[in-house]
């Protein structure tokens, strides 16, 4: 660890230990659970980052020390925000899309939409794509704040698990190259549109309507010719970009989160990681940590990071699921993380950010790993 720094800093104060936090003294709730994603700016060496306190944190990435809080129009950030030369791009609780100036704090434009926006925004030339709580579909011009097309997606009437899936953008090569916009959906199908223009193309039902919890809330990834896709009560899935047609599935259901690497597929859900090879979809290694839901996963140098949202930080060996570290927190880990150089960026779920170095030669913890062959 370089260095540990608390980001929210109005925590419980003494009268939670002695009964109910009070608002009149500034007390948060017993269950805190930050889930905002730092942002690294090596050109100015410092790390933005939201939370549950209105506030953008500008802190030192040398140190650890706050150098500027800027208060939000509305709402709280809680995604990675985009950074784009001198502007950042985001979205609030509040339904806000906010591009602003990182040397004055000041907001070039602001656009309400029609629900939060708690995912990473995806910035693809001048264009922002986006998807909001009520899982509609925005593309915006990065320049004016101008919506250029929106899809509006109902969600389902059952119970779903209440997080969306980002859009993917691709380029097929046909007869001209076209950009297309991929993104899964609660209903348990996968949308296709045509990116600059939002005109649907096809979409593909994944999901399993007979059981409960056929989403699909795991951001899709391309591997070179097909598109992976994790239905939370089918598994995962292999898809033709060009046709939807299923290539391969495999049944490792309660998947939320997806990666790619190297010819492997990682997909994480609740206390469990399994890699899969990308050819044919057959299970390589498979690794489980005690409880918690896992944060988006990272790979870099061969090596495999992900945190648990009621645990730790876990350290595997891309190609074999060996555990090599696992980084302890008081309360665990639930934003994205941002690897640069040879830092990694957490954010833990009790509001402190921290700043490690995949050098460290730390003591190698317990945990469970099983090949499969």
């Known amino acids: 660890m370089s260095w540990l720094s608390p980001v929210i800093t109005n925590g419980a104060c003494l009268s939670s230990v002695l009964g109910d936090p009070k608002q009149a003294d500034n007390c948060l709730a017993w269950t805190r659970h930050e889930t905002a994603s730092p942002l690294f700016d090596a050109a100015r060496n410092v790390i933005y980052i939201g939370g549950s306190d209105g506030l953008l944190h500008v802190i030192s990435a040398r140190d650890g020390s706050l150098k500027k809080k ?12 985009v950074l784009s030369e001198n502007h950042l791009f985001f979205g609030t609780s509040a339904g806000d899309i906010i591009k602003m100036d990182v040397d004055t704090g000041l907001v070039s434009w602001k656009l309400k939409v029609d629900a939060e926006v ?5 910035l693809h030339g001048s264009t922002l794509f986006f998807v909001t709580g009520l899982s509609t579909i925005y593309a915006v011009d990065a320049h004016t704040g101008t919506i250029q097309w929106n899809q509006k997606r109902p969600l389902p009437s059952h119970i779903f698990i209440g997080t ?33 223009t939002g005109k649907p193309i096809f979409n593909v039902m994944v999901g399993d309507l007979a059981f409960e919890f056929p989403d699909v809330v795991a951001t899709p990834v391309f591997d070179h010719s097909s598109i992976i896709v994790a239905s939370f009560n089918r598994g995962v899935i292999s898809l033709d970009p060009k046709t939807g047609e299923i290539r ?25 990681v399994v890699a899969i090879n990308a050819q044919d979809g057959k299970p390589v290694w498979r690794f489980t940590f005690d409880k918690g839901a896992p944060t988006d996963m990272t ?17 595997l060996r891309a190609k074999t699921g060996r555990p090599m ?14 690897f640069s150089s040879n830092q990694l960026f957490a954010m833990s779920t ?8 995949p050098d460290f030669k730390g003591i190698v913890q317990r945990a469970i790993s099983s090949t499969l062959f």
């Open 70 to 81: 800027i208060r939000l129009p509305e709402g709280n950030l809680h995604a990675k925000p």
């Open 118 to 122: 708690e995912n990473q925004i995806v």
């Open 164 to 196: 969306q899936s980002n859009p993917l953008l691709i380029s097929l090569k046909e007869n001209n190259e076209k950009l297309i916009l991929v993104c899964g959906h609660a209903s348990g199908r996968v949308d296709f549109y045509e990116a600059t």
């Open 248 to 272: 391969w599935r495999l049944t490792s259901t309660e998947k939320t989160k997806l990666a790619m690497a190297e010819g492997l597929i990682f997909a994480a859900g609740n206390k469990s």
């Open 299 to 315: 790979v870099k140098n061969g090596f495999l990071y992900f945190g648990s949202d009621h645990n730790a930080l876990y350290v």
């Open 325 to 338: 570290q696992y980084i302890g927190s008081v309360q665990g880990f639930a934003g994205e993380f941002d």
């Open 350 to 357: 009790a509001g402190y950010l921290y700043a490690m170095s």
